[in-house]
């Protein structure tokens, strides 16, 4: 009879031993979020939707080197560069991106584009609502990654060009 | 020289005396880094890149300057070479900027690789670096200080390839600096050699700057399009727009050289005012109608023509490519059944063919030029006119002490490195060249190099002054564009089918053409003969196959826009008669080949003429027109093969016909210059006056 009490006991115990486990942790904060009714908190390396980093002039940070493009494993970066003139400078070096598109559609989001670039331009920011009903949205454009110029700072000089330049 | 036996890290070698180390290691596999010694150009021995260790030497030798010896021994990779270059390369880097990622270079840089792959990972330099702001120095070349490694191979390139000697050095130690022949801006022929031969990114072109980067580009092997000397240019293309010519890998007749029309004029393929669109003459003016509308109304009018007995008119290009200048002579004499076809001459071919009839190898190709023991110029300014058979010989003069005769009308670039010049008006050129026997029978194994000052009976007079002399010749006969030559081999002569062959039936000459009120119809494929004539004919319909509005196209019907050579495939022949494949590098809008609205309109007829496919009408010229059956993978393979067009008599032409060179210079190309925004610029650039 003695081992039926003993079950009996040790299992009490062991029942109130997990129910003080449940009962320390709902005095805890709780660790899950409330997205989408409350916005995520990211660490601080997540690598979510890229920005483009301007610097304390203002200017683009990006030269248009093409390095990030060619350390993207699924090509999904496009750029077109063209010069800084004296009265158009978008960046700070010689070149800049006249175009510069991310295929959200094929980015792995593995970061090495960030690795690649030589002027910090390119980084990831923590933008993860990404997903459409539409392929053809999901093209980033530059305007769309680029980061709003700090107050304060110089505006890049853009003067109007003449019409008809190229050809 | 007999060989000699030396060892290089252990290994034995030989080479023969003389030999630079650098050359006999290449040879043999091993590589010694340089940056200022280039094969073909003076020493320099300026970089130091090139050390190596030589027992009982006692310090470092110069590997590009130093000849085999017997017994010598070499150590390339020894620990104090290894340490030479390290130091080396930390003190080019000491000012360099290191603007790799906008550096145009950035990719293809000799230092990048260089200092990849030899170089100290880590610089001890912390001190301020010595800036220089970049210069313009034309609208071709722009110059970086900064980036200089003070190679010289500018200087040299500039000197002695182009025989300009537009570059020098100013200043000395840290500051010194390539500095161009006006002081601030260049007076040159802009030809870029300077650009493509520097190992870094100080020199750099104001067409391709900034625009992309090596890699992302895709790199098409043609040839150039502008005059006849058939160099092969590598064009640089992404997004279907040419965006660089260069020739880097050096594969082709000319090597590295390409003047500034093979370099740079390429931009002609995306100027505004190309034609996009068919264009057909409603109540006397052209509107843009669609393709089928046009051929439809072209083949139409044609049949009617040909169906009422008409007289049709047929004026080819010299720069379509060989199968299509065949098949336009198909259409005309088969198709349409006219024997009216021609197409404008700048050179007296046919007259060279017929006098060296019998001879064997009497056609000199563009490599005999830098081998002759003598090199013969007649009446052409070439370093304009040609200016890769005068880099050739300029080459051979330098490289194995060639005797260069000029005979021309005023004075040439080439009189520089003259045995002796003559000057003598067009029609005496003859006379002058008789008087130089002595001279030339002395210098032996000659080629001979002449313009339109000898044509007719004077081309045979000339060949049998020569013949009298008792030395070996050969001979280029010189003509304007990129496929002058392909013209005449195909038959595109009244009096002269493919191969030179008689025609079954002479026909006009493109000025009787012009001239003949009563022609009904004329059909002129990328010429633009109505420049400097008119057309008598009024009531002639003109259709023309163009890439511009040119004065020809104006007074035509139907405007058929037409892609140029840059944008389609086949092959075309040079001046010394090499032929060569031509690869498409973009699509444009609108366009069409010629070759394909041949093979459209002989549809719209009914006309069995065969497929109009490039490779197909290819393999019929090989089969059909003597001299043209060239072994295909040579052509395949970008390579150039010699045809051999005729060994016999040639008939003679009813009338000898007009024969006269555009004289374009080293800026214009016809009516295609006009459309580069290059050539005009560098024309309209302080200098563009220069007369070299
Ligand atoms: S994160 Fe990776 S996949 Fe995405 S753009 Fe950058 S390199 Fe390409
Ligand atoms: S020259 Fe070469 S090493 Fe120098 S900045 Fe340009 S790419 Fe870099
Ligand atoms: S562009 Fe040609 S001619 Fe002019 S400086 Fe350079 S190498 Fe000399
Ligand atoms: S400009 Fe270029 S080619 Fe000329 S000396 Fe400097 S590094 Fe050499
Ligand atoms: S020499 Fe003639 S073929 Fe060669 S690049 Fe110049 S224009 Fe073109
Ligand atoms: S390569 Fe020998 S010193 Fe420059």
Redesign the pocket.
Known sequence: MASKLGTVISSATEIAKGLGITLREMMQPALTEDYPDVAPSFQERYRGKHVLRRDENGLEKCVGCFLCAAACPVECIYIEAAENTELVRISGGERYAKVYNIDYSRCIFCGYCVEACPTDAITHGHGFELASYDVSTLIQRKEMMLEAAKPGAKAPVIAPVAAGGHH | MADVTFTVNGKSLQAPAGTLLIDACKRSGIEIPAFCYYEGLALQAACRMCLVEVEKAPKLLAGCTLPVAEGMVVHTESPAVVKARKTTLEFL?TN????????????E????DM?FRYGAGESRFTEIKHHVDEKQWSPVVYFDAP?C?LCYRCVRICDEGLGVKALGVTNRGAYAEITPNKGDHLECDECGSCIDIC????LTSGIYRYQTRPWEMEHVGTICTHCSNGCKTTLGVKNDQIIRGNNRDRSGINGEFLCVKGRYAFDFVGHAERLQSPLMRVDGKLVEVSWSKALAHVAQKFSEIKAAGGKFGVIGSEHTTNEENFYLQKFARQGLGTPHIDHRRSGDVPALLDAVSGKSGALATTADLYNAKAVLIIGSDLSQQHPFLAYQIRSDARHHQAKIFTVTEGPVREDKVAAKKVRAAAGEQLAAVMGLAEDLRAAGDLVVVFGDSIQGSAVGELVSFIDSLGVPAKYVCLVDYANSRGALDMGLAPHLGPGYHAAAQTGMSLSEMLADATLDALWVVGSNPLKSAKLASEKAFVVVQELFLTETAQRADVVLPAASAYEKSGTVTNVCGEAQRLRKAVSVMGAKADLDIFGLLARGMRLDLGQAAPDKVFEEIRTSVHGYNVPLPVIATGGAAMTAPVNGRLPAAAQPPAIQSARDSLFTSGSLGRYSKVLKTVLEAPGGLYKP
């Open positions: 880097l360099h900027p290191l603007d790799c990622p906008v550096c145009d270079k950035g990719g840089c000799e230092l990048q200092v980036r490694i190992p870094v990114g100080a």
